[in-house]
């Protein structure tokens, strides 16, 4: 049974949708740029969100990274869960498993799996939980 409250599960959702849908909008209107620029002229014309961290990512990060081990253990499983990697059933060996793989990267390790959103969007399915009416206000 998920111990930690599904509320925080639905905030990194929420998150890394907006994440998700920030990184596509970059995509889509790429900068244009001259080719016969030189380096140093290059490197002024970089947009500083490149230079820089990306805020939401950096939430992100720091929310996952202050929660306690037995809740990124639990968010990584139900990461692993949502992805078809273990069967609900099986809830005891993927905390098992999580646990034995922990380490102080967590929040890089799932900010670098493709479809993390969705992921614990079916991890919290398949204990009948939904981020329908999740409200941040309540974190």
Known sequence: MLQMDSDKVCFIVVKMREYEEE??????????REVDLAHEEEFE?????????DPIK???????????????????SLAWLGRGDYEVEEWEDILKAAEE???KRTA???LGMPLLADYLEEGLDAFDLSCT???????
């Open 101 to 103: 793989r922990a380490n």
């Open 133 to 139: 009416d999740f409200d941040e206000s309540r974190l």
């Open 45 to 53: 014309e970089l947009d500083e969100h490149e230079l820089a961290d």
């Open 108 to 110: 890089q390790y799932l």
């Open 23 to 32: 990184d596509l909008i970059e995509e889509e209107e790429p900068k244009p």
């Open 58 to 76: 950096a939430e992100l990060v720091a929310f996952i990274d202050q929660l306690p081990d037995e809740e990124q253990v639990e968010l990584v």
